[in-house]
């Protein structure tokens, strides 16, 4: 059972907001008749999310319906070629302290959802042949095992003994949140014994770590699969190939090696005679990565570009019903739009208005396209998209959009270089110039990245409902501008990314409506390292917020889960030029430093050392009493984004009640749960 609203909007008390419903996930039947979406919403302790599978109406007709009531929830869910559910959800079993997700069942015909097989490990990234009753997952097994059975009694030892240790014999050894090992992903087939009972098939034993993060597709007979898969590179490094899998044998050939670039996300054809991708081109100190379409034809074995020479990254890529061509998403101009491109042409833009697309499904006649629509005017919704006309008809779910306490606006401004730097501003109701606000900058995170669509964990409006304007900016490295836009800031973190800051907000407190000499900065990620940045560059703003950010950049590319990455633009020159921990003692503006000891995208480490170096060096330190204007909010079991429902409030009110302390010059009670 909601809340009920305390009233005005749900971003006025932070209980409402976080008690919104949010859908996630979207499939669409073979036929096209039936569409499942995902909605989660808050459990009766308010602590965590559960989630259940909802049914659309494809024609916009009748309300949605709700499927499955499992009390643990449900995810992932695909049809299957006969019509049928599956889905994935982790429920209690007998003697299982710790279940895992298994794979279940529910019949096209209606009746009780059933389990189809469950592992010890978990089963996940479930994929279903179009026209034959095969399906594909993922499953976690142990390097050491020999087969299936061996990996569960090689769990069960590890269990009874208590023992948590790995043996790493490669890199990487963490991922954003989670250690990696001892046991490596594997590609497993679904298919009935005699009796009737589906069993796991591993058609990669050998796979190592080659299937960890990474996707897949299946042709519509199901005989193969077409994923991608890492190899090993110079430096520690890794790098994303494209090879077919025979679901019979087993047996593996490389489709697309690309020694210059990464290619991931495939998707065959309808007619399973080529396989579209997006490859993504190594960096280097000098050259920012290029996104594109490939396209490989199995008839001939030749790899092909796609739309070439267009200026925009795609970031999610299918086939139109017939195999004529691609549907494909892209961010352009602080919108993520769908592009309908014929294989050997450009694309052509499908929506018009400033929304951002994802989960495009098209259905089998090809008449339409099924999507989740979002901007920072709504939250994800399922809607339904012609494809002649781009027409979008929001389809009947089961919560209405929650009403905004501001309005959102554009403002654009000019960089040094010339060029236009654009942002989105979210302005309280009764702004005006005989009441103007307070602005916060919110710089997002990456870099290589847009404020483009909704987020539920950074979420504007929340301080809009506190009377702030908050100005959602764009500057270089942000993606759907083109690649001169990107390669402006690129190994120049310091120079294009900040002054392009300072323009757009230069233009935004020029307007009636702001109030100049009450201002703020935040950010987290990439956004946090621009807060740290800010701090050490001007002393324009009266306080600022660094979540999980990078202060010492020879300290955080040699230890962050996927430091590769980063040492292709991170040479020793840009570390020196770019980093904010140099800058400490220009520090004079008060800080909230944010971080949790779970993040390994940008470890503990830079926050730890961040803390003591305001306390210890900055122009604003401790006095000799230990006292400080700065702050340091830790989560001890949190990552990158503070997920936890509780956590998420606690992390509002410690920003608010800094922010209103140092702009406004108010006190702001923090929650006493914090102790």
């Known amino acids: ?5 305390h009233g005005g909007t749900p971003f006025d008390e932070l209980d409402d907001y976080i008690a919104l419903p949010r859908l996630a996930g979207l499939a669409l039947s073979v036929d096209g008749s039936r569409l499942i979406c995902g909605r989660a919403v808050l459990d009766d302790t308010g602590t965590e999310y559960v989630s259940s599978l909802w049914e659309f109406d494809p024609q916009g007709r009748r309300q949605a319906r709700r499927l499955t009531w499992g009390t643990t929830g449900e995810s992932g869910a695909t049809f299957a070629f006969d019509g049928d559910i599956l889905f994935t959800a982790t429920r209690s079993v007998p003697g299982e302290d710790s279940p895992q997700p298994a794979l279940w069942r529910l019949p096209a015909d209606g009746g009780e959802a059933s389990v189809v097989c469950r592992r010890g490990s978990g089963v996940s990234s479930v994929t279903a042949a179009r026209s034959a009753p095969t399906f594909v997952a993922h499953t976690p097994v142990m390097a ?38 001892p046991d490596q992903p594997h ?52 790098r994303s190939t494209i090879v077919r899998i025979d679901t019979v044998s087993g047996d593996r050939a490389t489709l697309v090696d690309d020694v210059e670039a990464d290619v991931h996300s495939p998707s065959v054809s309808p007619d399973g005679t080529r396989v579209a991708f997006i490859r993504e081109t190594l960096t280097t100190p000098d050259h920012a990565p290029r996104v594109s379409l490939g396209l490989y034809d199995f008839r001939t074995g030749a790899v092909t570009a796609v739309a070439d020479g267009w200026d925009r990254w795609p970031t999610s890529l299918a086939w139109l019903s017939d195999g004529s061509g691609l549907v494909v998403t892209a961010d352009d101009g602080g919108r993520g739009p769908v592009f309908t491109i014929d294989l050997w042409g450009q694309p052509v833009r499908l929506t018009k208005d400033a929304a951002a697309y994802t989960d495009i499904r098209v259905s089998a006649e090809g008449e339409f396209l099924y999507a989740l629509r ?8 399922v809607v339904r998209i012609a494809l002649r006309s781009g027409e979008v008809l929001p389809l009947r779910g089961p919560d209405a959009l929650p009403e905004l306490p501001g309005t959102l606006t554009e403002i654009s401004a000019r960089a040094q270089d010339g060029t236009q730097v654009r942002s989105w501003l979210a302005l309280p ?43 959602l900016p ?20 310091g120079k294009a990314p900040f002054t392009d800051l300072m323009a757009v907000t230069d233009a935004a407190v020029a307007l009636p409506e702001i109030d100049p ?14 807060a740290n940045w800010i701090a050490g560059h001007t002393d324009r703003f009266d306080a600022i917020v660094t979540h999980a950010s990078l202060w010492a950049l020879d300290q955080f590319g040699p230890t962050t889960d996927s430091a590769w990455y980063w040492q292709r633009e991170m040479s020793p020159e840009m570390a020196v030029d770019n980093s904010p921990h140099l800058y400490v003692a220009d520090i004079n ?31 604003l330190p401790a006095d000799a009493d230990g006292k400080t204007d700065h702050r340091f909010l830790y989560f001890p079991d949190e990552n990158h984004w503070v997920l936890k429902p509780t956590h998420t409030k606690i992390w509002y009110e410690v920003v608010i009640a800094f922010l209103s302390e140092h702009i406004l010059g108010e006190d702001v009670s923090l929650p006493e749960i914090l102790g």
Request: hydrophobic fraction near 40%; glycine fraction near 14%.
């Open 474 to 493: 764009d500057p270089a490295l942000s993606t759907g501008y083109g690649q001169d836009f990107v390669h402006r800031g690129w190994g120049q973190w």
């Open 187 to 238: 590609l497993v087939v679904g298919e009935s014994d005699s009796e009737g009972a589906v069993v796991l098939r591993d058609v990669t034993p050998s796979a190592g770590a080659a299937l960890r993060e990474g996707s897949m597709s299946i042709s519509a007979d199901g005989l193969f699969v077409v994923s991608t898969w890492a190899v090993g590179d110079s430096g520690a490094a890794r």
């Open 1 to 5: 059972m909601l809340p009920e609203l």
């Open 589 to 619: 503006t008060p800080m909230l430093v944010i971080h949790g000891d779970k993040d390994y995208r940008v470890p503990i480490g830079e926050g730890l050392r961040l803390w003591y170096e305001l306390l210890a060096e900055s122009g």
């Open 374 to 381: 979002a901007s920072y005017e709504a939250p994800p919704h």
């Open 144 to 181: 050491s095992a020999r087969g299936l059975e061996h990996d569960d009694e090689i769990r069960a030892a590890r269990k009874d003994g208590k023992v948590t240790a790995m043996l790493h014999t490669g890199y990487p050894v963490r991922h954003w949140d989670h250690d990696l090992g």
């Open 429 to 471: 109701t009764g702004a005006a110039a005989h009441a103007p606000v307070p602005l916060l900058l919110w710089v997002h995170g990456g870099p290589l990245n847009s404020w483009n669509t909704w987020s539920w964990r950074w979420n504007p409006w929340l301080l809009v409902a506190k009377g702030y304007a908050v100005l």
């Open 517 to 530: 000499n009450r201002t703020g900065a935040m950010g987290g990620s990439f956004g946090g390292y621009m």
